[in-house]
């Protein structure tokens, strides 16, 4: 029994999302951990996909850096991009499009797919109460 | 007529008096309970109503899966790092 739910949990963990994906495309970067969160809950009627990197590295954080354009070197930096170009700053138009966030404390890189307006709605909803309940 | 027969008619007519007194305001005391009754009623149907859905627990940070390329790394780590990019972000 043990061994059936170790197979399964397995099963879950190593199957992967499609190939082409946002996930797929970073997967197999050197020495960066990379991970998909689907249905990432932003309210009780609103969730994203996100795909996580973080450099296990200072060289793969440099890496990633270059990978994305990111030129500060401190703080944060966050940007609209392209869902095909994640390095390509874009303004919101109403398309899909992929809200990216570079931390360089956490040496770590946050892609959230946004599809439609309510879901950047969300985002910006999640991120104002966030911040207001934690005060 | 004496003096008691007097007091006893006195006493009688007072009590008719209230009675009709009683009569006359009845209706609207009646109106009155009943309107009372049907806004207690209706503040217990709101209550009813609203107080799962205020209790119930929000939704947001929950997720549905995590695929991840290393073993040995929480699915809830994951989950929280989504969470605390935004917050910095």
């Known amino acids: 029994m043990l061994l059936l739910m170790l197979a399964v949990g397995c ?15 970073y997967a197999s970067l050197p020495e960066t951990s990379v991970a998909q969160v689907s249905g990432f809950q932003l309210c009780d009627t609103v969730s994203v996909d996100v795909v996580l990197l973080q450099a296990d590295s200072d060289e793969a954080w440099q890496r990633m850096k270059d990978m994305f354009a990111i030129v500060d070197s401190t703080g944060v930096t966050s940007w609209l991009a392209d869902t095909e170009e994640p390095a390509t700053r874009v303004k919101w138009e109403g398309q899909p499009l992929l ?4 931390s360089h404390d956490k040496q770590a890189i ?26 | 007529m004496n003096e008691k027969q007097f007091e006893e008619l006195w006493v009688k ?12 305001e009845y209706p609207a005391w009646r109106q009155k309970t009943r309107r ?8 217990a149907l709101v209550l009813a109503v609203a107080t799962p859905i205020a209790l119930s627990p929000s939704q947001a940070g929950k997720y ?9 790394i929480q699915d809830q780590q994951w ?9 910095e972000g």
């Not at chain 1, 879950?12 to 946002?22: F, I, K, Y």
């Not at chain 1, 809200?99 to 570079?102: D, K, L, P, S, T």
């Open chain 1, 11 to 25: 099963r879950h963990r190593t199957e992967a999302p499609a190939e082409g994906s946002l996930y797929g495309r």
């Open chain 1, 99 to 102: 809200r990216v966030i570079a």
């Open chain 1, 110 to 135: 946050g892609l959230y797919r946004l599809d439609s307006e309510e879901q950047y709605d969300a985002l910006v909803d999640y991120q104002l109460n966030r911040m207001t309940n934690d005060k």
């Open chain 2, 13 to 24: 007519a007072e009590a008719g008096s209230h009675a009709e007194r009683l009569a006359a």
């Open chain 2, 36 to 43: 009372t009754l049907s806004m207690a009623a209706g503040v």
């Open chain 2, 64 to 72: 549905n899966k995590v695929y991840c390329n290393r073993a040995g």
């Open chain 2, 79 to 87: 989950v929280s790092l989504a969470d605390e990019l935004l917050m």
